[in-house]
């Protein structure tokens, strides 16, 4: 049994809402653009809450935002201050966050906190010269010979982590492209500075902060500059302020490593609230091509118990490429070899695809990866477009492959933007398979059997099964391997799941006319600022999953023992199954089916089929 969560917690709604959100990754410039510049905006994201709030997920992380140059898709801040003017101003990004909040969804920012663009004032200043009250706040050296031990991060464009510069006539340090000098957080006035920036944008009403490159803040001779005992002082000092002044507010580390190095995120549970789990990723890819358990069930074996009051963040696909760094060289020979089969599908060291494309758009494979998302511990981050099973452009260069404009619709530019089609950011999809014509959100809601109708249900069901987010798991022993099974078990509070006047989502979009609405529909946690969290009581919860990685129809038969006496109850259609006896529990799954089971005390169950 691998416990991933701590087991003894008291819950706490207000503070812990990060345990069981679904958090939804968005791109401001690719979400909707309502001012017909070609650029989505914050305004054009205001626009859409009605939609996300339908679609049932907990917090927004925005993707940079600030000024820059846009050589790293924004990853390269010029001024931390500021909204992009493309995207819109503070005053629209406050009536973003207060609308979201009001509708019981939180927001998280992107906290570039690593480097700056070289375009940045700071950068310009601290160049100029050697002696200038800047000089200090970038890494500068005479040689480019420092540091040998750091490996460079985008391998395929950088050669060397040290640049030279024409101007102070030295080299500086950066751990990404070398237009993202690293800031020095050696110098205590890029601490205070940085402190400001997180102050001011949590002043705003911000709910916390995705700590963008972490691990690279300091370096060390003789090390390779990751993880150092200095990046973890420093967190700790963030987490004491957020704590003091700022209580209920996140930190989600960024940190690409192994299982054990990114658990010291967490610290004592006095780091960060959530880190990414990343090895994870790449092996859920890995178990479904080759139709085994082993990549999952080994990674959650090396994977070390979370401390109180932390989580993992999980997830299928993000903005950057699908990263294959955290595999050995044989499985990314592998992976390469099966999910990237035209060379211009790679990007840096991993895949520049979209979640559908990667499964060839078979949706029972999506919805099996989904379902693995859902239940496996962690809060699930779901990316832009991928609840339509979106498509990519491996055509557009670095990432922006997965970054084309959100399909709304089968108008023109998909319902992203009336600009002209020659001023848009990035051109949208228009192939026969994921074009705009053939995936968007109005031909989804319309159709009750879509792939975006499929996942909402999932997230009503989730949030309906609130252990799936803390509880602990239990993974069951099966001959089989290609079926996968784990029980997920703990106790839960008991809230009362009736969200307040308006609060909830909303019975229907205001687009479509007939999207059923299930009771469950209503059932929503609000946070504590926004509503009455319900009882405080406690009940013990136990959900069994079961998935077929296989394309086969399976037979497996469970060892549940420990289970016995309860009563398996199918979650999406409340079907009771045979009760749990002492011997192994046979089932037989589809091609990549799941199956969630509440395990009821006889006394709940509904029925009995036996
Ligand atoms: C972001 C990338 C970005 C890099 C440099 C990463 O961790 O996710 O998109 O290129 O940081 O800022």
């Given at each position: 049994m691998t416990a991933l969560v701590p087991s003894d917690r008291s819950y706490d709604p207000s503070d812990r809402w990060f345990q069981d959100a679904v958090f939804y990754e968005v791109l401001v410039r690719g979400f909707y653009d309502a001012n017909d510049d070609g650029t989505g905006d914050l305004a054009g994201l205001r626009a859409k809450l009605d939609y996300l709030?339908?679609?049932?997920?907990?917090?927004?992380?925005l993707l940079p935002f600030c000024p820059s140059p846009m050589r790293d898709g924004g990853y390269d801040v010029s001024d931390f201050f500021n909204v992009h003017p493309d995207y819109g101003t503070l005053g629209e990004l406050v009536g973003l966050l207060e609308d979201a909040h009001r509708r019981g969804i939180r927001v998280i920012a992107d906290l570039v906190i690593n480097h700056t663009s070289d375009q940045h004032p700071w950068f310009a200043e601290?160049?100029?010269?050697?002696?200038?009250?800047?000089?200090?706040?970038?890494?500068?050296?005479?040689?480019?010979?420092?540091?040998?031990?750091?490996?460079?991060?985008?391998?395929?464009?950088?050669?060397?982590?040290?640049?030279?510069?024409?101007?102070?006539?030295?080299?500086?340090?950066?751990?990404?492209?070398?237009?993202?000098?690293?800031?020095?957080?050696?110098?205590?006035?890029?601490?205070?500075?940085?402190?400001?920036?997180?102050?001011?944008?949590?002043?705003?009403?911000?709910?916390?902060?995705?700590?963008?490159?972490?691990?690279?803040?300091?370096?060390?001779?003789?090390?390779?500059?990751?993880?150092?005992?200095?990046?973890?002082?420093?967190?700790?000092?963030?987490?004491?302020?957020?704590?003091?002044?700022?209580?209920?507010?996140v930190l989600l580390a960024e940190a690409n490593g192994w299982p054990a190095d990114v658990a010291d995120y967490f610290g004592d549970g006095?780091?960060?609230?959530?880190?990414?789990?990343?090895?994870?990723?790449?092996?859920?890819?890995?178990?479904?091509?080759?139709?085994?358990?082993?990549?999952?069930?080994?990674?959650?074996?090396?994977?070390?118990?979370?401390?109180?009051?932390?989580?993992?963040?999980?997830?299928?696909?993000?903005?950057?490429?699908?990263?294959?760094?955290?595999?050995?060289?044989?499985?990314?020979?592998?992976?390469?070899?099966?999910?990237?089969?035209?060379?211009?599908?790679?990007?840096?060291m991993g895949i520049g695809r979209r979640l559908a494309p990667l499964l060839d758009g078979d949706r029972r494979l999506a919805e099996l990866l989904y379902s693995l998302l859902l239940s496996l511990p962690g809060s699930p981050v779901l990316y832009y477009g991928d609840e339509l099973l979106m498509g990519d452009n491996i055509?557009?260069?670095?990432?922006?492959?997965?970054?084309?404009?959100?399909?709304?619709?089968?108008?023109?530019?998909?319902?992203?933007?009336r600009a002209d089609f020659a001023q848009l950011y990035l051109p949208p999809l228009m192939d026969p398979v994921y074009g705009f014509g053939a995936v968007n959100v109005e031909a989804q809601l319309r159709n009750p059997g879509s792939f975006l109708h499929w996942i909402r249900g999932m997230l009503v069901q989730r949030r309906s099964?609130?252990?799936?987010?803390?509880?602990?798991?239990?993974?069951?022993?099966?001959?089989?391997?290609?079926?996968?099974?784990?029980?997920?078990?703990?106790?839960?509070?008991?809230?009362?799941?009736?969200?307040?006047?308006?609060?909830?989502?909303p019975a229907v979009m205001p687009t479509v006319a007939a999207v059923p609405v299930e009771p469950a529909d209503v059932a929503r946690t609000v946070p504590a600022e926004h509503g009455a969290p319900g009882a405080a009581r406690t009940r013990f919860q136990a959900v069994l999953c079961v998935h077929n990685l296989s394309r086969f129809a399976q037979p497996v038969q469970l060892d549940l023992a420990g289970w016995a006496g309860r009563r398996p109850v199918e979650v999406l259609g409340r079907v009771s199954f045979a009760p749990i006896g002492p011997e192994p529990y046979s089932l037989a799954l589809g091609p990549h089916g799941y199956l969630w089971f509440d395990l009821v005390e006889p006394a709940w169950a509904e029925s009995d089929p036996s």
């Open positions: 709030q339908w679609l049932g997920i907990d917090c927004l992380w601290s160049r100029s010269s050697r002696t200038n009250p800047k000089a200090d706040w970038y890494v500068w050296n005479d040689d480019d010979q420092r540091w040998p031990e750091a490996r460079v991060v985008f391998t395929d464009v950088e050669r060397s982590n040290w640049t030279w510069d024409d101007v102070r006539q030295q080299y500086y340090w950066h751990r990404f492209y070398s237009h993202q000098p690293d800031l020095n957080y050696d110098n205590p006035e890029v601490v205070e500075a940085m402190f400001e920036v997180v102050r001011f944008w949590l002043d705003l009403g911000f709910d916390g902060f995705r700590l963008d490159a972490v691990p690279y803040l300091y370096q060390r001779d003789g090390t390779s500059g990751e993880h150092l005992p200095e990046t973890h002082a420093f967190i700790r000092r963030l987490r004491k302020q957020l704590d003091a002044e700022y209580s209920g507010r006095d780091e960060c609230h959530l880190c990414f789990h990343f090895p994870l990723m790449p092996r859920l890819f890995m178990a479904v091509r080759r139709e085994h358990r082993f990549p999952i069930t080994e990674i959650l074996s090396q994977t070390p118990e979370l401390p109180d009051g932390c989580q993992w963040a999980i997830f299928l696909r993000n903005h950057d490429e699908l990263t294959l760094e955290q595999v050995t060289d044989e499985e990314r020979d592998y992976l390469f070899a099966e999910y990237a089969k035209d060379p211009r599908m790679k990007r840096h055509y557009l260069g670095d990432r922006d492959s997965v970054r084309t404009p959100m399909q709304w619709s089968p108008d023109r530019n998909g319902g992203f933007s099964l609130p252990v799936l987010g803390i509880g602990n798991i239990e993974l069951l022993d099966c001959p089989n391997p290609a079926v996968l099974a784990f029980v997920r078990w703990g106790e839960v509070a008991d809230v009362s799941l009736a969200a307040p006047d308006g609060l909830g989502p």
